[in-house]
């Protein structure tokens, strides 16, 4: 085992089966083993717990371990379950400490931080340490982040610098020994980082477009970020916001789920039509506390359709009112939704099972089909029709949240299942659990936390 080449060492680390306790074994073995070993060990780290977090501040203390972390995932961060107060496990994370462990972390690549670290990014110093010191950072999550105190830090950081006459000389003679202690958030100097391309502030309902979200993209489009994956679902955003996000030409991925402050007939719909020519997944769901809540005209929903990318995968367009049978036969016959494979049109209630059908016929790599809260999947007696008459590539349906146990467990060769609010029938012994994300997968090789795995899959 000691005499292993250093190849055959890292392929045996980086197998999937070992666990990272396995490879901190490993690392034990000797010095050999540890170089090889270690940047694996490293390289994506998920904190779930202070313990964890006490842990990695020390061993980021090391220059050569914070140098190999290319992934830092603090989005399950939770005092539940570690016997800790949430006093002590808030006083543990202290916002200049966690800006050095950022910071110091000069290869990173990927941040996810949910809403129980919210606390410690109201400190400028760590939005800081983000966005002045990261130059290799491509991936941005932040989740559930709806602290009013957090929302006037991100406001007053990003907002646009203008001095007055008076104010840039009091600066140039060093009259500002005071300002400089109070640490001033307008004079804040930050930039976005040059690779960043994957943006997620899903949730983040109190966060001002005004004055955060107008000029962060303002910054992105002047610095020249090409962004590819984007989410902004349950944010606060009206249709205004995508007049400063033109020319974002290389967006994959785009989840505008519940943003229900968006309207048709306005700077979002051209958006669509010039910017997203390469879309392999939109969402666009506006269902609201279970009903329609989009009142998207037909003409604007039949531009975002025919707007799409012949090459898109998944598309969600539950919970507007006017996607109905006038807009589904417009999409017979079409080309465009060959390679689909997943497809919602939950809340859509009107709807008929013949039009889906013959719609469906043009769509023939889909796999999952959301009908949840439609008249197909209300109507139980209708239910065993509607699924005998599906396509037999089709092998998921979403068909309602929140009441499994009024389906029948198995409708002929469909079986009923369940996760989290989500209800299913899947056939030829497909999981459905795991088929279909509600929240933007920020990676195509993510491995989730299990927070981001309830928003992904169970919410």
Not at 19 to 46: E, G, P, W
Not at 155 to 184: C, I, N, T, W, Y
Not at 319 to 335: A, E, P
């Amino acid at each position: 085992m000691k005499n292993l080449s250093l190849e055959l060492l890292e392929l045996i680390a980086g197998n999937q089966c070992l666990s990272s306790k396995d490879k901190a074994n490993l690392c034990q073995v000797n010095r050999v083993f540890y170089v090889t070993v270690a940047h694996l060990l490293y390289k994506h780290i998920m904190i779930n717990n202070p313990r964890q977090y006490l842990l990695l501040k020390d061993a980021m203390q090391n220059r050569y371990l914070a140098h190999l972390v290319h992934r830092l995932d603090f989005s399950s961060y939770t005092t539940r379950g570690s016997r800790w107060t949430e006093e002590k496990a808030k006083s543990i994370i202290v916002a200049e400490e966690l800006a050095d462990l950022i910071g110091g972390c000069d290869q990173l690549k990927e941040l996810f931080v949910g809403e129980e670290m919210m606390h410690a990014f109201v400190s400028p110093k760590v939005i800081r340490s983000i966005f002045s010191h990261q130059n290799n950072l491509r991936t941005i999550d932040f989740t559930g982040f709806c602290d009013r105190n957090f929302t006037t830090v991100m406001a007053d950081f990003f907002k646009p610098v203008s001095l007055s006459k008076l104010e840039r000389l009091a600066l140039e003679e060093g009259d500002h020994v005071q300002q400089e202690q109070e640490e001033p958030l307008e004079l804040s100097n930050w930039s976005v980082p040059k690779k960043l391309e994957n943006i997620s502030f899903y949730m983040c309902m109190a966060l001002s477009q005004e004055h955060f979200f107008i000029p962060f993209f303002d910054k992105i489009r002047t610095s020249g970020n090409q962004l590819t994956r984007l989410d902004l679902a349950y944010t606060q955003i009206t249709s205004s916001l995508f007049a400063h996000l033109q020319n974002t030409t290389t967006l994959t991925h785009l989840n505008l789920q519940g943003c229900h402050s968006l309207s048709c007939c306005s700077p979002l719909i051209p958006f669509l039509q010039n910017n997203c020519g390469n879309l392999i997944e939109l969402n666009l769901n506006m269902d609201f506390n279970g009903i329609g809540g989009s009142r998207f005209c037909h003409d604007c929903i039949l531009k975002i359709l025919k707007s799409t990318n012949p090459a898109i995968q998944s598309l969600d367009m539950g919970g507007h009112t006017n996607f109905d049978d006038l807009v589904l036969s417009k999409m017979i016959g079409q080309q465009q939704f060959r390679q689909l494979r997943q497809f919602s049109i939950a809340y859509c209630r009107n709807i008929s099972l013949d039009v889906l059908e013959r719609a469906l016929v043009d769509l023939p790599n889909l796999f999952y089909l959301n009908l949840a809260r439609t008249p197909l999947t209300i109507d139980l007696s209708c239910l065993p029709r509607v699924l005998s008459r599906l396509g037999k590539k089709i092998k998921v349906i979403e068909i309602s949240p929140f009441t499994p146990k009024r389906y029948p467990a198995q409708l002929s060769e469909w079986k009923l299942s369940s996760q989290g609010r989500r209800t299913y029938y899947s056939r030829d012994s497909v999981d459905p659990k795991f088929v279909y994300s509600k929240k933007m997968l920020m990676l195509n090789d993510q491995i989730l936390s299990p927070m981001n795995k309830y928003w992904c899959y169970s919410y």
